[in-house]
């Protein structure tokens, strides 16, 4: 390991290696090399490798859900295979968590055309949407927004916060322009076979 002139700063040292070693990991998904490791941390690829196997080893002693494996001269963050049961149970539940074909585009008639009503979104669609209306406000990616003035007096629809935050924006105006956005549409990761 690398040699400090006070204990205490090593050991911060060797904490604070061990923070950016497990958080370039984390962020990369498929792993990294030594090398990469290595490159990233500013240490030789002798002393990254020491560390990595440190780090492995900490996470073979402490009770914790993540592992640190070396395949291939590739490091990776991933799952103990004794929580598969745990993995398996929670995939069963987190099923219900993408939206639906029709979900995602009552979402995205409501996005750019908000405020919106239920007759407008199914004027655009050309289908019923009660009940992709009722996921959205169930997930809280949209709003009621007061009424119409209008026989009936129906719900305006707007997006929320919760929407801007899974799309990771700001605001609005960083929405895509709508041709591209019916460009990529097809191509949203939200999207499952149609339910509706």
């Not at 020491?50 to 291939?72: F, H, I, K, N």
């Not at 745990?86 to 995939?91: A, C, E, F, G, N």
Request: with cysteine; net charge negative; proline share 4%.
């Amino acid at each position: 390991m690398i040699k400090r002139n006070n204990q205490t700063e090593a050991e911060g040292f060797e904490l604070e290696v061990f923070g950016w070693l497990e958080a370039l990991l984390f962020a990369s998904g498929d792993g990294l090399t030594v090398k990469e490791l290595s490159g990233a941390v500013g240490l030789s690829e002798k002393d990254t490798g020491r560390y990595l196997e440190v780090l492995s080893d900490s996470y073979q002693t402490v009770r914790r859900g993540l592992r640190l494996v070396c395949t291939a001269g590739v490091w990776q963050l991933s799952t103990k295979p004794s929580l598969y049961p745990v993995l398996m149970k929670w995939k069963q539940l987190d099923k219900g968590h993408n939206l639906s074909r029709a979900a995602f585009e009552t979402l995205a008639i409501i996005a750019y055309k908000q405020p919106v009503t239920r007759v407008d979104i199914e004027a655009i669609r050309g289908v019923a949407s009660a009940s992709s209306i009722h996921v959205l406000l169930d997930r809280e990616l949209i709003a009621e927004a007061g009424r119409k003035e209008a026989p009936g007096r129906p719900f305006y629809y707007k997006t929320t916060p919760a929407f801007l935050k899974s799309l990771d924006i700001r605001e609005l105006s960083e929405l895509p322009d709508f041709d591209s956005f019916q460009e990529r549409e097809a191509q949203n990761v939200l999207m499952t076979e149609d339910e509706d």
